[in-house]
């Protein structure tokens, strides 16, 4: 009976964890929602911003595609970095003190605070590679802000994925390359859309690393990786912060989070894709 008594007080508390995490969420999405939906319309999603004070007026369409350009290069350049070293340290390296003291680097990436990852992207990216302040640059640190993010969750799909298969495949004479591209890989590709969907959104919603290597206040659709560009967090940051518009600002908020949903909706469909074919 005292079991039964603890089991179910566990079960409660448990319910009642989910049931406060969904009603957060609930409240700080339908909080912006109510507060930026009168805000959303052709004029503001593809206008540019005008006015005086910048912003006040206006749309946000560079910011839409500045944003969705730092966080392609963002990816692929974290999945560049963390995709390999997740395969070395699963299928090739068989040192423990190597293994120990890469992750030790990797989680210790993970920590790095944000703005000191802008100071070091403004330094080496900007200043010593001269590639300016550019979408390249605000794109290469972010790929390095997420690449901790994406090898830590693409390293344990990879351990997850069955062992004897592997072996299996190596006793009859198959290379590694060849096992881990036809085997591996595929039973793996929901898991690492998911780990780089995440990592996506994750640098889609950072200031701080593009704020001196990236983001610059106004600036037209960015034609080249060279070109400064506007982004949806830094302009949501100056709406506020200088008191521009707080209903522009709602406004950014609410189309930044549908584009962060319609990311990570990514890897849930790849997911069904593939259980029904």
Known sequence: MNRFRRYRGIRIWLFISICLTFASLAIILGYIFIHGINELSIQFLLGTPQGFPL?????????????LGFTSI??????????PTAIWLVFYNKNLCITSLCHFFIYSMAGVPSIILGLFGYAFFVVTLKLGV???SGG????????PFIEVRVE???LEFPPQLVQASLALGVT????????????SLGDIASAIALGGSFAMGATAPILFT?????????????SPAMALPNHLYILVGQGISLSKAYGTALVLIIILLALNSVPIFIRMHRKEG
């Open 176 to 187: 590694r390359t060849w096992t881990l591209f036809h085997l591996v890989f595929p039973a």
């Open 55 to 67: 912003g006040i007026e206006g749309g946000i369409w560079p910011a839409i595609m500045g944003s």
């Open 214 to 226: 990236g983001a610059v206040l106004f600036a037209p659709v960015p034609r080249s990786l060279f």
């Open 74 to 83: 963002a990816c692929l350049f974290g999945s560049i970095l963390a995709i």
């Open 156 to 158: 344990k799909s990879f």
């Open 140 to 147: 290469l640190i972010l790929g390095v802000m997420i690449f």
């Open 134 to 136: 550019s979408l390249l």
